[in-house]
């Protein structure tokens, strides 16, 4: 069935009872990029496709879990991606559908974009619409330089196996009226397989992020956006003013993982590939490395990512060059964490709680607070402290980047769309990696 996506909208009020049968259609070529639907439309109030318990899948998979019989999944390695061609690369300019696009934000001498993961919600839309209007309200702005240029998600898009059928209310509807790309890392819900089904991992992730081109998915049930064209489940992804590595840390609860005996060592190749051209390059925006498992968390259900931990470090000290940030998912929440590597400084921000469900933070029943050292120095470990953390409201991650500093904001939806001060907030020097 051909259809027009810049021109045919369903009004979100009414019911789109035939949303199941467009699963069945071939994505519709339109050969550019489309964003946010012509008309803003009221937020849904309920799900166009009711979402099941997962209880019995959940108690399969955790029995197994007690038995160690789960293992991270092989997956596809990203388009054009070979021993001679190491580095995937997506640029700002690709997913606009125009190689010139970033000249005003370099003009500008400023790039701001947002992040957050952990958005599908399989209870209804309302803690999505939450955040999606708060996304949305980052359109308003006085000054042109401050809007958003993009939405780079953390993961966990679709829960609770990725599923196809729950694109259209997890995804494509939260984010009708946000006017501008979203890129996705893969989380761990991305790529799982409910027990008993066959569907290939990844599969309805690859069909909505990672077409060759601008592709309206059946998945979006008539609105407007275009499908992503990512190369795959790692890519670095170049913008004005920074670059961002991106991995996927595959689909166990914990830990997370980008290599070991079954899915193999791409990722690592990709790796030390992306942090050695960074290094020969002298590039000296901001370099942000994102994936999906937190390498640190304080007093969640979810763990530190140990080995991920290791191989990323061992990149970055062989290539000599190491991010200037860390963002992550998976724990839902926000988590800010400054790691003290010899003269420089490294937040690792956790931004989990994009609308899916809150994880509270305590230790042994006793709340947390700031700022507290969890992991102390020595012995080859450095020194990691929690400055901040809120565990109580949905939000999102609001990034600024210039030619000399990396700002990153946390911003609570609960603060509505006039608010437009952050509730945490921490500048780092590009030059001398060191929290200003």
Request: charged content about 20%.
């Amino acid at each position: 069935m051909a259809r027009h996506p810049k021109h045919h909208h369903k009004p979100k009020h009414q019911p789109t009872s035939d949303v199941p049968a467009l699963h069945n259609d071939a994505p519709s070529d339109i050969g550019h990029p489309v964003f946010a639907q012509p008309q803003p439309t009221p937020d849904p109030a309920k799900f166009e496709i009711k979402h099941g318990s997962d209880n019995a899948a959940y108690k399969e998979i955790d029995e197994l879990n007690r038995e160690h019989k789960l293992a991270p999944i092989p997956f596809p390695n990203p388009r054009g991606f070979s021993a001679d061609a190491p580095e995937p690369v997506l640029t700002f300019g690709d997913i606009m559908g125009n190689p010139q696009a970033g000249a005003k934000i370099t003009a500008a001498g400023q790039l701001v974009f947002h992040a957050v993961g952990d958005t599908g919600s399989t209870r209804g839309p309302e803690t999505q619409n939450l955040v999606a209007d708060k996304l949305t309200s980052d359109f308003d702005e006085n000054d042109p330089k401050d809007i958003p240029a993009f939405f780079l998600h953390l993961g966990d898009v679709i829960y609770s196996f990725g599923e196809a059928k729950y694109y259209y209310d997890q995804f494509y509807e939260p984010y009708r009226d946000y006017p501008a790309p979203i890129i996705a890392l893969a989380g761990n819900h991305d790529g799982m397989v409910a027990p008993g089904v066959s569907t290939p991992t990844l599969q309805a992730y690859l069909q909505n992020f990672c077409q060759a081109e601008f592709v309206v998915a059946p998945e979006a049930g008539g609105l407007s956006r275009t499908a992503q064209i990512q190369p795959g489940v790692f890519f670095t992804f170049e913008a004005p003013f920074a670059r961002i590595l991106c991995l996927y840390s595959n689909t166990l609860e914990d830990p997370g993982v980008i290599a070991d005996d079954n899915i193999g060592d791409a990722q690592l190749t990709y790796l030390k590939a992306a942090l050695t051209r960074a290094k020969d390059e002298n590039f000296n925006g901001a370099l942000i490395l994102a994936h999906h498992h937190p390498a640190y968390t304080a007093g969640s259900m979810h763990g530190w990512s140990v080995d991920l931990l290791k191989q990323v470090d061992a990149a970055c000290s062989a290539a000599g060059i190491w991010p200037h940030a860390v963002l992550s998912g998976h724990a839902h929440n926000y988590q800010r964490f400054t790691r003290a590597h010899g003269q420089t400084q490294i937040p690792y921000i956790i931004a989990g709680n994009g609308g899916h469900g809150l994880a509270k933070l305590s230790r042994k029943g006793q709340v947390l607070r700031t700022p507290s050292v969890i992991q102390a120095a020595g012995k080859g470990l450095d020194e990691v402290t929690l400055e901040s953390y809120d565990d109580a409201d949905y939000g999102y991650l609001r990034l600024i980047v210039d030619a000399a500093t990396l700002t990153i904001e946390y911003h609570p939806a609960s603060d509505g769309a006039g608010m437009k001060t952050p509730d945490d907030a921490v500048t780092i020097d590009l030059a001398t990696r060191t929290i200003k």
